[in-house]
């Protein structure tokens, strides 16, 4: 009780909001659907691979263009990876919320600029390549903040549902996204983009409209 108290008044110093009773379930909803969305992405391409070269009017088996393939397949997940543990400092010195909203902007808009790509040939593969990588900074902001939130919702007796949930959904996105892009790349392979689009959309405003700080920030060195 006295560690609640004095987190409460922290907070109230801090200019941070308290939670109401619900806010705890928008907290998960909002980050699973993070998650979600972002996990999908990890392995949305691999099936759809041959019909986004077919698109683009590339043959990745062609010596000179293995590097393009390596690089279109792996860029999204080394970034999200090589980031993650920055953008979880961050968030923890400047407000994890607003590194997790900030994620789901960025996200959104180069998904956006990926099933818009218009370029072929080996121009259009340095611009899916280019786009994928920043697609991944939105990705690495959205994993590395979403359980910290949790943690800052949930009381600590409910903080293994709602850290669990949000796994589940971590895991459950790498298989849909396999099967997404099975299913979206024989149609177009613009689609394997723009299918993330409405759900960043909403999850972008529902997150800025809904998700505050209720943790306390630390001050520190990156």
Do not use: C
């Not at 903040?145 to 971590?170: C, E, H, K, M, Y």
């Not at 996204?177 to 149609?187: C, D, F, Q, T």
């Amino acid at each position: 009780m006295a560690r609640t108290t004095a987190e409460s008044t922290a907070a109230r110093r801090g200019g941070l909001r308290e939670p109401g009773p619900r806010y705890k379930w928008i907290a998960l909803s909002n980050t699973t659907l993070g998650v979600l969305i972002a996990t999908i992405n990890m392995s949305i391409m691999l099936i759809a691979l041959p019909d986004i070269f077919r698109g683009i009017g590339v043959d990745p088996l062609q010596p000179g263009n293995t590097s393009l393939l390596l690089w279109l397949i792996m860029s999204y997940m080394v970034v999200t990876a090589v980031l993650v543990v920055s953008f979880g400092r961050l968030g923890d010195m400047y407000g994890r919320v607003r590194m997790y909203n900030m994620g789901f902007a960025v996200f959104t808009v180069f998904s956006v600029l990926l099933s818009v790509t218009w370029m072929h040939g080996t121009a259009g593969a340095l611009w899916l390549i280019g786009m994928r990588v920043l697609q991944g900074v939105g990705g690495a902001m959205l994993m590395a903040n979403s359980n910290a939130i949790l943690t800052d919702a949930f009381p600590a007796r409910q903080r293994g549902l709602a850290l669990g949930l949000n796994q589940v959904a971590g895991i459950t996105g790498s298989f849909i996204g396999l099967v997404l892009g099975g299913l979206l790349g024989p149609l177009n392979w613009h689609l394997v983009f723009l299918v993330s689009v409405p759900f960043g959309l909403f999850g972008t405003v529902w997150a800025y409209l809904k998700l505050h700080d209720t943790g306390v920030r630390a001050g520190a060195r990156l």
